[in-house]
């Protein structure tokens, strides 16, 4: 069974920077696309950003293209966001997930993932 565990988050400044981690197990990572989404107190999850199983391709959303970079390593079976120039808007539960094709920007939506993480906590304090 896919299991998909993100690194702990954290409490960061506005303007300041942040990684986060997913570790895939139960299955080589190469062999899935992988997300990542947020959600916000009282909104509901939104799409950051995804990368196909081979890296060559990425989508963001317009609300972190250029400030959000997502990366895996498929040899150690893991995906990364590096988050710079944070915002206060960007204090959110942050989710890991995956799924068996990469599809673009129809990656925005949740349905389409196999599987899910238990989710990060980033808090930004302006």
């Known amino acids: 069974q896919v299991q998909l565990v993100e690194s702990r988050g954290g409490l960061v400044q506005a303007g300041g920077s942040l990684r986060l981690s997913c570790t895939i197990s139960?299955?080589?990572?190469?062999?899935?696309?992988v997300g990542w989404f947020r959600q916000a107190p009282e909104k509901e999850r939104e799409f950051v950003a995804t990368i196909s199983q081979s890296s060559i391709t990425t989508y963001y959303s317009d609300a972190v293209k250029g400030r959000f970079t997502i990366s895996r390593d498929n040899a150690k079976n893991t995906a990364h966001l590096q988050m710079n120039s944070l915002k206060p808007g960007g204090t959110a539960v942050y989710y890991c997930?995956?799924?068996?094709?990469?599809?673009?920007?129809?990656?925005?939506?949740?349905?389409?993932?196999?599987?899910w993480g238990q989710g990060t906590q980033v808090a930004v304090s302006s």
């Open positions: 139960g299955r080589t990572s190469d062999g899935l696309a």
């Open positions: 997930a995956a799924k068996k094709t990469y599809s673009g920007s129809y990656d925005i939506i949740e349905g389409q993932y196999d599987y």
